[in-house]
């Protein structure tokens, strides 16, 4: 395996301390050494001036559709996709075609990931057989086939009682539940954020108190559970936010959250003119919510930034916004979000920011990644800060063109993603 030697990049390590200008050497597709002194010979020098360098970022909520719904995505387009982003590893989400409620499915996700070696492929199991919340998977069996958590993702376990049964096993076998928080009888037929849009448009819409009611039901249960270890996935309301600061301030040290980039950043207006491409679940909500998710950003409440990347098919998407399916493409865009709308917009530094997308997702999930310590896997993204761009999905490498972000101007762009210390994205093309 070649070596590579970074020289002139400004870091970003926060696992680290790191934030400053160094040089990086990789051998044998680990990190080798850090520091603003390095003479160590290099089969390929990179000159990494006015860029600017960090581990690869971690995604904790990906839709890769494989195996089932090809027409949609495959793990080899989400990893393309995910390369493109500057995005090393993600965990992908069971509501796959069977669902992965199995050995088999998991089994095959993990070797088909092995097979292309593009991204780090963490799957999940699902929570209960088929998603449908009534009877659970074996959870022991999903872990020991290689799912780093279980989920219903997409639905919420509705019955109390086996949602705390699902976390009492979570336990014992020291898997992490991640929850999607929905209570389906205040869904009902909402399409879109119940409120002042939702009205103009003449559509049904699903209140806050949807999400909020059951953030609070997830939180009683894993503590009744002995604290399991509980994710929140994609937070959207100020009441989920809410309670989950509220919850951490007493002392739950098991829970973590996560905020999908969308929620902090648009609003449900984005759904004037029946668009679409904003119809997603949780759906985009009010300004108040939005304003409420930044705050829990900057105070902590908030643990990790995904994209819960979903592409459809453009026939999905071509329909009434009634009848369309749910879900926005995220992964190539995830990291310029961030840079715009939180670090640009003044509410919080790079530094935490990149946090939120390296160390604190790989704490969460309990793996060896998000950080440029001597000795761990070079996975590495290269960003250009100052690079102004208009998102056009159909131009991507995923499969879906559905993204909520289509035609506006984000800032910073992925150059370079290097995975495992070889180049496997550089400036649009894929190298394998």
């Not at 049904?204 to 002995?226: D, F, Q, R, Y």
């Amino acid at each position: 395996m070649t070596s590579i030697l970074i020289k002139n990049a400004h870091v970003i390590d926060p696992f680290n301390k790191i934030n400053g200008k160094c040089h990086i050497f990789i051998q044998n597709g680990k990190i080798a050494a850090v520091g603003k002194d390095i003479s160590n010979k290099a089969d390929q020098e990179i000159d990494a001036r006015g860029l600017t360098l960090t581990p690869g970022l971690i995604d904790m909520q990906v839709h890769f559709r494989e195996p089932g719904r090809e027409d949609k995505e495959t793990i080899e387009t989400g990893a393309q996709a995910c390369l493109a982003g500057g995005i090393t590893s993600a965990v992908a989400m069971p509501n796959t075609t069977p669902a992965a409620d199995n050995q088999t499915v998991i089994e095959f996700m993990v070797n088909r990931a092995a097979e292309i070696d593009l991204i780090n492929l963490y799957p999940t199991g699902a929570i209960t057989k088929g998603q449908d919340g009534a009877q659970l998977s074996e959870i022991n069996e999903l872990k020991n086939a290689g799912a780093i958590a279980i989920t219903d993702d997409g639905y919420d376990v509705q019955d109390e009682g086996v949602l705390r049964r699902a976390l009492e096993y979570a336990k014992t076998t020291n898997m992490l539940l991640m929850s999607h928080c929905e209570t389906n009888s205040l869904t009902g037929d909402g399409v879109m954020h119940e409120g002042w849009v939702s009205t103009q448009l003449g559509l049904a819409g699903t209140p806050a108190e949807s999400e909020t009611l059951a953030v609070h039901k997830n939180i009683m249960l894993a503590n009744m559970a002995g604290d399991a270890r509980l994710h929140l996935l994609h937070n959207s309301t100020a009441g989920a936010i809410t309670a989950i600061r509220a919850a951490k301030k007493l002392g739950q040290k098991n829970l973590t959250a996560e905020v999908s980039v969308q929620h902090f950043s648009l609003t449900d207006e984005e759904c004037f003119g029946y668009n679409t491409n904003a119809k997603m679940y949780p759906p985009l909500r009010s300004k108040e919510h939005v304003d409420a998710i930044i705050a829990g950003i900057k105070d902590g409440t908030v643990d990790a930034l995904t994209t819960d990347h979903a592409p459809h098919t453009l026939s999905d998407k071509q329909k009434p916004f009634a009848d369309a399916a749910m879900g926005s493409t995220g992964v190539e865009t995830s990291f310029a979000v961030m840079n715009t709308y939180l670090v640009e917009a003044g509410h919080i530094d790079l530094n935490h920011g990149i946090s939120l997308m390296t160390n604190k997702p790989a704490e969460i999930l309990g793996i060896d990644k998000g950080t440029l310590s001597v000795g761990a896997d070079a996975d590495i993204a290269l960003f250009n800060l100052n690079h102004k761009w208009a998102v056009d999905g159909t131009k991507g490498f995923s499969k879906g063109h559905n993204c909520v972000f289509n035609g506006k101007e984000l800032t910073g762009k992925c150059v370079m993603t290097i995975h495992n210390g070889a180049i496997k994205y550089r400036d649009g093309e894929i190298l394998v």
